[in-house]
């Protein structure tokens, strides 16, 4: 099965293969982070060999032709489906949340904005409506802007997160004001559950160990119920020792050598030696020598490929391919 780096390598080769004028148009209905890392990619690609280009064409040609539209409207059968087997008011619940993309499609043009600009057009509000804006985010996006703020402020802004159990339509409505209509749609939404004790845990988990202590150390004096509460919902690198050995298995086939090596060198001796069980004696030894061979890491570097193994072991749990043991499961569904 291909890694990330490798379909992310093909869909490039595609987009190559397809001319300048048909690949604008494929750009066009790709987030900010696909565009990105596309984008990275084929720059980084100057010599391809013939056999991967023609491997890469016959796949998508055999993929795309087991595609089939079923239905006319997907939004609209969604909708109906619901309907008919729940009853409106627990369909339409359900409804608002399947396909609320749509409803406040002017948060994309802040997950288009590095993390320093949104930051800067954030920076003079209430906590609460940063928060409320934040939960809109991915939760690495929402992380890098309050790592820019000074800790009181990112402190008070987690908070707020962290209680935060909806939003009404007249708070989208106070939202769109604050970001010149970023926000859209706000007199159509039901409540939209976002925020909440998880939300603030996902980017608490983003933002490394040291911020990590002083965000729950600030919750803990001021609600520690709530402070318990993000806690039993975070997941952490050392958190990977609750993994069986057929899902470290599935995270380990994942990872590239050098991220391994680096996110290790923060590890304790419990983990290390979980990671060398789980994999050949012949690789393990390799790990090892090269963890003994790497001289000091910056703390920083350490903490950022933990952050990418995470990523991986969330997108393992979405798709099904791993379960996370004590029922911490349920924080990445």
């Given at each position: 099965?291909a890694?990330?780096d490798?379909?992310?390598?093909n869909?490039?080769i595609l987009?190559?293969?397809?001319?300048?004028?048909?690949?604008?148009q494929?750009?066009?209905h790709l987030?900010?982070?696909?565009?990105?890392?596309?984008g990275?990619?084929?720059a980084?690609?100057?010599?391809?060999?013939r056999?991967?280009?023609?491997s890469v064409?016959?796949q998508?040609?055999?993929e795309?032709?087991?595609?089939?539209m079923?239905v006319?409207?997907?939004?609209?059968y969604?909708?109906?489906?619901l309907?008919?087997a729940l009853?409106?008011?627990?369909?339409?619940?359900l409804?608002?949340r399947?396909?609320q993309?749509?409803d406040?499609s002017g948060i994309?043009?802040?997950?288009w904005?590095?993390a320093?600009?949104?930051?800067?057009?954030?920076?003079?509000?209430?906590?609460q409506?940063?928060a409320?804006?934040?939960v809109?985010?991915d939760?690495?996006?929402?992380s890098s802007?309050?790592?820019t703020?000074g800790?009181?402020?990112?402190?008070?802004?987690?908070?707020?997160?962290?209680t935060?159990?909806?939003i009404?339509?007249?708070a989208?409505?106070?939202?769109?004001?604050?970001?010149?209509?970023?926000?859209?749609g706000?007199d159509?939404?039901k409540?939209s559950s976002?925020g909440?004790a998880?939300a603030?845990a996902?980017i608490?988990?983003?933002?490394?160990?040291s911020?990590?202590?002083?965000?729950?150390d600030?919750?803990?004096?001021a609600?520690n119920?709530?402070?318990?509460?993000?806690?039993?919902?975070m997941f952490?690198?050392?958190?990977?020792?609750?993994l069986?050995d057929?899902?470290?298995q599935?995270?380990?086939?994942e990872v590239?050598s050098?991220?391994l090596v680096l996110s290790?060198?923060?590890?304790?001796?419990e983990?290390?030696e979980?990671?060398?069980?789980?994999?050949?004696s012949?690789a393990?030894?390799?790990l090892r020598?090269?963890?003994e061979?790497?001289?000091?890491?910056?703390v920083?570097?350490?903490?950022?490929?933990q952050k990418?193994m995470?990523?991986?072991?969330?997108r393992?749990?979405?798709?099904?391919?791993i379960?996370?043991a004590?029922?911490?499961a349920?924080?990445?569904?």
């Amino acid at each position: 099965m291909a890694n990330e780096d490798d379909r992310i390598e093909n869909a490039a080769i595609l987009l190559m293969s397809l001319g300048e004028e048909e690949a604008a148009q494929v750009f066009k209905h790709l987030g900010p982070k696909e565009v990105q890392k596309l984008g990275e990619t084929i720059a980084k690609m100057k010599v391809i060999p013939r056999e991967r280009v023609e491997s890469v064409l016959d796949q998508f040609t055999h993929e795309a032709a087991e595609q089939h539209m079923l239905v006319p409207d997907n939004d609209e059968y969604v909708k109906s489906v619901l309907r008919k087997a729940l009853g409106d008011d627990k369909a339409n619940m359900l409804i608002d949340r399947i396909i609320q993309g749509s409803d406040v499609s002017g948060i994309e043009s802040l997950k288009w904005m590095d993390a320093a600009s949104v930051a800067e057009l954030l920076r003079n509000e209430h906590p609460q409506i940063i928060a409320a804006i934040l939960v809109h985010l991915d939760f690495d996006q929402a992380s890098s802007v309050l790592k820019t703020f000074g800790e009181r402020q990112r402190n008070e802004v987690l908070i707020r997160i962290a209680t935060l159990d909806g939003i009404q339509p007249t708070a989208l409505k106070d939202l769109n004001e604050v970001l010149s209509k970023v926000l859209a749609g706000g007199d159509r939404l039901k409540k939209s559950s976002l925020g909440g004790a998880k939300a603030a845990a996902e980017i608490i988990n983003m933002m490394g160990s040291s911020v990590e202590t002083s965000a729950l150390d600030y919750i803990r004096e001021a609600d520690n119920d709530l402070a318990q509460k993000i806690m039993d919902n975070m997941f952490t690198f050392e958190d990977l020792n609750k993994l069986d050995d057929k899902g470290f298995q599935a995270v380990l086939k994942e990872v590239q050598s050098e991220s391994l090596v680096l996110s290790l060198k923060g590890a304790t001796a419990e983990l290390r030696e979980k990671v060398f069980k789980n994999m050949s004696s012949r690789a393990a030894e390799t790990l090892r020598e090269d963890l003994e061979s790497r001289g000091p890491v910056r703390v920083s570097e350490v903490e950022a490929e933990q952050k990418e193994m995470l990523k991986i072991v969330r997108r393992l749990v979405d798709e099904g391919q791993i379960v996370l043991a004590s029922g911490a499961a349920d924080d990445f569904v």
